[in-house]
């Protein structure tokens, strides 16, 4: 196949996605390339973080979950994150929920200055150690992989410490009777706290989400202030949102 590195990259990606690991050789064969090119782009992806280099081959760098769900529409994430990052300002204290989209604000906040960033988000870590202008405070609690965030009563009770100006949270889904929902009662009872914190609740999601409602509640569509998402929102939904005073911004 021997192509590029961007389409090498999709290759490698998917390949880990099937198969939980790949090998030089396996990948060289794949690939249509020499193993010191296999061993390059390797290298190069692990430096972008996505996956661990082994004797011989490679590894995710995340759990499968969290590893499945950066690959799916990862540019749809992208464009949303960086909506999202234009509405905080320098100088902005903001808490940032546990998610793939919410964790990419992150990436997008070079240029900005003085700006605190509260979070249960540990993949958000990746990006926020390359801007020196963020300061980052982690919430404590019980580290779930399959989220790749902190969860559980202790987290709940670090939030009350702080007041910020704007919240982003990250939802599994959406309905008319629901509102904002969460795939499990822990998740959606620590966003909620967290958007108890701020003047300002902004939720991050692309429209896939709307009319698939998680297992348990976090706010009424009234209880969100900006809902950052794409172009395809359905417009039952966005004759419901706005209903609530809630402003829509498409990226």
Do not use: C, W
């Not at 690991?21 to 190069?44: E, F, H, N, Q, Y």
């Not at 704007?166 to 008319?176: E, L, M, Q, R, T």
């Amino acid at each position: 196949m021997s192509a590029n590195f961007a389409e090498r990259r999709a290759v490698i990606l998917e390949m880990l996605a099937e198969d939980s690991s790949v090998s030089v050789s396996d990948l060289a064969k794949r690939l249509g390339v020499t193993p010191v090119t296999a061993r390059a782009d390797l290298a190069a992806l692990e430096e972008e973080g996505v996956l661990v280099r082994t004797h011989g081959g490679a590894l995710p760098a995340f759990h499968p979950k969290i590893f499945e769900r950066t690959r799916q529409g990862k540019e749809n994430k992208t464009t949303i994150a960086k909506a999202a990052s234009a509405e905080i300002q320098s100088g902005d204290t903001v808490i940032i929920s546990a998610g793939t989209t919410t964790a990419l604000i992150a990436k997008y906040l070079l240029g900005k200055r003085d700006i605190h960033i509260v979070t249960n988000n540990t993949l958000l870590l990746t990006y926020a150690r390359m801007n020196p202008q963020l300061s980052v405070t982690l919430v404590g609690g019980e580290f779930r992989p399959s989220e790749e965030g902190l969860v559980g009563p202790m987290a709940l009770q670090a939030l009350d410490q702080f007041h910020v100006s704007k919240a982003f949270i990250g939802i599994d889904g959406a309905s008319v009777k629901q509102g904002f929902t969460a795939n499990s009662v822990e998740s959606a009872d620590l966003v909620r706290k967290m958007a108890e914190q701020a003047d300002q609740v902004f939720a991050i999601s692309d429209s896939s989400k709307f009319g698939k409602p998680g297992f348990a509640r976090i706010l009424p569509f009234e209880g969100v202030d900006v809902l950052v998402t794409d172009n395809e929102l359905q417009p039952e939904f966005e004759v419901k949102l706005t209903e609530a005073d809630v402003r829509i911004v498409k990226a």
